[in-house]
């Protein structure tokens, strides 16, 4: 059974830099697409960035391009979410996904195994 364990987050000030990681156990991260999620209170679940299997290619929200950046290793079997310039907005529980379509689509539905998540958040 595949697992995804989220850590790194935690409360920092508007501003700062947090890196997450998600270690991937029972499974080869490079058969993966990874994409980070984050959910707000009251507010659905929703893409933040994402990368493709080999590393290749990433993507990411509008609101985090040029903010953030996800990277892997696969030889270690984890993801990383590199946040920087911090904004209260970013506020959110952030959540790992893997997707083993061979086409990740980076849609929050087509995910198949996810974290437990781990809370970010920005004060002002």
């Known amino acids: 059974q595949v697992q995804l364990v989220e850590s790194g987050g935690g409360l920092v000030q508007a501003g700062g830099s947090l890196r997450l990681s998600c270690v991937v156990s029972?499974?080869?991260?490079?058969?993966?697409?990874m994409g980070w999620f984050r959910q707000a209170p009251g507010k659905e679940r929703e893409f933040a960035a994402g990368?493709?299997?080999?590393?290749?290619?990433?993507y990411y929200t509008d609101s985090v391009k040029g903010r953030f950046t996800i990277s892997r290793d696969n030889a270690k079997n984890t993801v990383y979410l590199h946040m920087s310039s911090l904004k209260p907005e970013d506020t959110a529980v952030y959540y790992c996904?893997?997707?083993?379509?061979?086409?990740?689509?980076?849609?929050?539905?087509?995910?198949?195994?996810w974290g437990q998540g781990t809370q970010v958040t920005v004060s002002s």
């Open positions: 996904g893997a997707d083993a379509n061979p086409w990740a689509t980076m849609r929050l539905r087509d995910f198949d195994y």
């Open positions: 029972g499974g080869t991260l490079s058969s993966y697409a």
């Open positions: 990368i493709s299997r080999s590393g290749g290619a990433a």
